[in-house]
């Protein structure tokens, strides 16, 4: 199946590829730390972490050593700190914040793909005014990335072949889903990737090292 060099529609992950939502992360991260006697971690530490979800984490903040239970009630913890300002810091990468509010005024289609649940992605997306034509959540589908069922699904809710979509990711994950999908698979380096990940590495079909690279990179709109 043959991928075509400019997209009808563009699809985002989420978390460190078209918002940033690590300082909001860092900030519940350093709460769960402060509620255990702990000082806090310094923000680069916590944002390599973040793509990697709320069980890094806690392991991050508190270790790798807890019980089943103490691990689930400390999640949930950071989970209530978060969901209480899902939006105070985060924001859309610029430059890509103005190519995506230029396309949505011309109604072009796009999406967005996550696995992060819908309580915390809603809120934020409100927040920010985000109004994508496709919302898929990990929790609103029987499998989430690196299964394509999910980028599919946002293809076929915009009407749009998946030959002629870009995913945009930070993480392995999302071009391995990507890549099953048949879709354009697009490789950003200015997200949450942990030390030692080389995103080169991944099997994406275009590598940004910049968000004014992929910016560059996207079709213009007019």
Not at 44 to 55: D, E, K, L, W
Not at 61 to 83: F, K, P, V
Request: net charge negative.
């Amino acid at each position: 199946m043959s991928v075509h060099s400019t997209p009808r529609a563009v699809l985002f992950d989420l978390d460190g590829t078209l918002v940033d939502t690590a300082p909001d992360l860092a900030v519940a991260t350093n709460a769960l730390r402060q509620h255990h006697g702990l000082a806090p971690l310094p923000y680069p530490t916590i944002r390599a972490q973040v793509s990697n979800g709320g069980n890094a984490l806690v392991s991050l903040a508190l270790g790798n050593d807890l019980s089943d239970i103490h691990q689930a009630q400390a999640r949930q913890y950071l989970l209530d700190a978060y969901e209480g300002a899902v939006a105070v810091h985060s924001r859309v990468f610029s430059p890509l914040d103005e190519w995506l509010a230029a396309w949505q005024r011309h109604q072009r289609p796009w999406g967005i793909v996550t696995n992060k649940p819908r309580r915390y992605t809603t809120p934020l997306i409100d927040a920010l005014s985000l109004t994508p034509g496709a919302l898929l959540c990990a929790d609103d589908l029987a499998a989430k990335k690196p299964d394509p069922m999910p980028l599919l699904e946002a293809a076929f809710r915009l009407g749009v072949d998946p030959r002629d979509c870009w995913y945009v990711g930070d993480h392995l994950r999302d071009m391995q889903a990507a890549r099953a999908a048949g879709m354009t698979a697009v490789a950003v380096g200015y997200g949450y990737i942990a030390e030692g990940d080389d995103y080169h590495q991944w099997p994406a079909h275009h590598w940004y090292a910049q968000c004014a690279s992929l910016v560059d990179a996207l079709p213009a709109v007019g």
